[in-house]
């Protein structure tokens, strides 16, 4: 209860700083959108400042005053600092390469400033919205990104919250930081389907083979590779050699494969997405030509290749869900 609580009252609060919405990049913090306030130690290094400055004034002591008085400016000067080391960074980009979902997420934040000012101890994070861990940002020359891995758990758009851009630096006084908001989703593809059929024979002119994990005509055994299906392991023969052994088949080459989504009728909706993304992952594997035809849209290839591999997982990945 006290940590839902909690949580309502740093989104309450998260919703009344800088930006309101969703934002285009670039974007550059000034210092209408860069809050500031003491950290714990900063708070504690204030109030031991206020006991000394009552101490001094009570016995009138000119030494502990002007000790005290000292300390003060530098503790603003301190906030001054903090506050520079973000005033003039720009967030130019963040993007992500996607991956299936239940994978973490790995989204790059490129920054920029101008290279004529020092800025340490930035820090990213996304204010404990998806967990992700907090990734340094150190500039180089004036650029610089920081890697967050945030974790996925369904295919399509993944909105990303405010993420926050902080430092306590140079003393720890003072903590300053600033939110980007980007308006660009972020796109996770489908869990492929762990277990299932193998990969559909492609139709047509069958005169070239290929090797491929299963099939009616064992080609040959080789030694096991991490990531082999234990269906495909031949148990006699690894029991002759003492190793391993792992039967490869002969399919064709040549024709393509058709991933039709009207053939896995008797699936749910997520089963058949879930399937015909690890077919798409097996047929770019193997090197074959493939054509992927869902209802509603035109059909995509036939083709293979990273760009084919991504049409696909992205129609998939966009399916409206079940």
Not at 97 to 113: D, M, Q, S, Y
Request: charged share 20%; hydrophobic share 45%; glycine share 10%.
């Amino acid at each position: 209860m006290r940590a839902r609580y909690a949580q309502a009252m740093r989104s309450r609060m998260l919703s009344l700083t800088r930006p309101r919405r969703p934002e285009p990049l670039p974007t550059r913090f000034d210092r209408r959108r860069i809050y500031v306030l003491p950290t714990g130690f900063g708070a504690f290094y204030g109030a031991l400042l206020a006991a000394m400055l009552m101490g001094a004034l009570n016995y009138n002591n000119n030494p502990a005053f002007l000790l005290a008085l000292l300390l003060g400016g530098a503790g603003l000067a301190s906030l001054i600092a903090a506050q520079l080391q973000l005033a003039g960074l720009s967030i130019v980009a963040i993007d992500a390469e996607p991956v299936p979902a239940g994978t973490p997420l790995l989204v790059r934040v490129h920054a920029r400033a101008a290279p004529d000012r020092i800025r340490r101890g930035l820090r990213v994070d996304d204010v404990g919205a998806l967990g992700a861990e907090p990734a340094r940002l150190d500039l180089d020359q004036g650029a610089g990104e920081a890697e967050l891995r945030i974790a996925t758990y369904q295919r399509g758009w993944l909105d990303l919250p405010k993420l926050r851009v902080s430092t306590t630096r140079p003393l720890g006084l003072a903590r300053a930081w600033s939110h980007v908001w980007p308006e660009a989703p972020l796109l996770v593809y489908p869990m492929p389907e762990l277990q299932g059929p193998p990969l559909p024979v492609g139709g047509g002119d069958q005169a070239v083979t290929r090797l491929h994990p299963s099939g009616d005509d064992v080609h040959h055994l080789r030694a096991y590779r991490p990531g082999d299906a234990r269906r495909a392991i031949a148990w006699k023969h690894s029991a002759r050699r003492d190793m391993l052994l792992v039967r490869e088949y002969e399919q064709p080459l040549g024709a393509d494969v058709e991933l039709e989504w009207h053939r896995l009728a008797g699936l749910n909706q997520e089963a058949r997405i879930s399937r015909l993304a690890r077919w798409v992952d097996e047929a770019e594997r193997d090197g074959c030509r493939y054509r992927l035809s869902l209802p509603n849209q035109p059909a995509l290839g036939p083709g293979n290749g990273a760009a084919h591999r991504h049409a696909c997982l992205r129609a998939l990945a966009l399916m409206p869900h079940g």
